[in-house]
């Protein structure tokens, strides 16, 4: 009871407070019915007074970057204190740390937008963070302003990656324009890569990718049901934005759904594009039940959790061997048919801009 009334007040909505509540031992919360105190004095023990121990060691990982996904997005006064809260978060971890997130962890760039409206680019962030895309919302006084956009990462189940980070460049930003300065990159080293400094890097992505299609927003919701429990999609949040995804191979067969944040794709029909669609394949879960569902002999099938991507071309940057794309959503596919192609398909580097 104490968490649900002290937590739906405004300032629990704010990422200072939800560290706070995280990582302080001693907290006194106020509600509106009294006030609460938390104390925390020490380690968990047994009944005979030895250390518990909840968890394997390698499980911390797993089990902190749970307890991080709700910090992003929650309200904050900006993109450079999201980035830094994250930071303050995960200091004792010993990963990476790139634009607002943490690597080599693949769930990182799999983050998906929770309510509809209009989307907005943030400019001088890569494409690939969270803290990429943002909305307008009504101020007090009528007018629209700019605010951060809510995302959120699904529950993994039996999830295994299948990309790997390979390389990573940062990108110097210019003050006065906020456009990065890909001209620069090789030459530039971040002073502070939790700041500014450190606000914008192209990712060097080894993976499977294919082409896909995009068509129009799923218009029912035993649709979306059905969509989100064949691709072991838990919680089913944001799925008013899903729509549906083919392959060039068999453009009348649903292969899965995508959530597009991208301001060139808001639309309700199909995504018009010059340039092709991809699908570069994050984490595979395998036997996801619903196989009965698409007609399979098997109650199980395979389910593959993507980032739709779009090619870029920059100058400057770009080499023989360094093709970029930018993202502009994310999703999942299923499907014997994309279990064939899925096989064939021969990993290759992407650089994420």
Not at 25 to 39: E, K, P
Not at 66 to 90: H, L, Q, V, Y
Not at 178 to 185: G, I, K, Y
Not at 217 to 231: G, K, S
Request: glycine fraction near 8%.
């Amino acid at each position: 009871m104490v968490r649900k009334k002290v937590t739906s007040t405004f300032n629990a909505q704010a990422g200072w407070v939800y560290q706070e509540w995280l990582l302080s031992r001693q907290i006194l919360a106020f509600a509106d019915f009294g006030l609460f105190v938390q104390c925390e004095t020490g380690n968990p023990k047994s009944l005979a007074g030895d250390d518990v121990k909840f968890i394997r060691d390698d499980e911390h990982g797993d089990e902190w970057d749970t307890a991080e996904k709700p910090d992003k997005s929650f309200k904050s006064s900006g993109d450079e204190s999201r980035k830094a809260g994250a930071n303050d978060d995960n200091e004792t971890l010993r990963y990476a740390y790139i634009c607002g997130s943490w690597f080599p962890e693949v769930r990182e760039l799999l983050w998906e937008q929770v309510e509809p409206g209009p989307r907005i680019r943030v400019q001088g962030v890569p494409t690939w963070s969270w803290a990429s895309m943002g909305t307008t919302i009504t101020n007090a006084t009528g007018g629209n302003v700019i605010s951060d956009l809510e995302v959120r990462w699904s529950t993994p189940y039996r999830s295994s990656s299948d990309c790997v980070l390979k390389d990573f460049i940062h990108v110097p930003v210019d003050p006065g324009t906020l456009r990065p300065r890909f001209d620069l990159a090789g030459e530039y080293t971040p002073d502070n890569i939790y700041g500014n400094d450190g606000r914008f890097a192209a990712l060097g992505v080894s993976g499977r990718l294919m082409e896909i299609q995009l068509h129009d927003l799923f218009t029912d919701d035993d649709d979306r049901t059905v969509a989100a429990n064949i691709t072991s999609q838990r919680p089913s949040f944001g799925c008013e934005m899903w729509r549906g995804v083919t392959t060039p191979e068999t453009p009348g067969t649903i292969a899965g759904w995508a959530s597009i944040e991208h301001p060139d794709f808001q639309t309700d029909v199909s995504c018009e594009c010059d340039e092709a669609i991809f699908a570069l394949i994050a984490t595979v879960s395998r036997k996801v039940q619903g196989g009965w569902l698409l007609g399979n002999f098997s109650p199980h099938l395979t389910a593959y959790e993507v980032l739709y991507l779009r090619r870029v071309h920059i100058p400057g940057f770009e080499t023989r061997d360094r093709d970029c794309y930018e993202r502009i959503g994310v999703g999942r596919l299923f499907g014997d048919e994309m279990g064939i192609t899925y096989a064939v398909t021969d990993e290759s580097t992407v650089w994420l801009v």
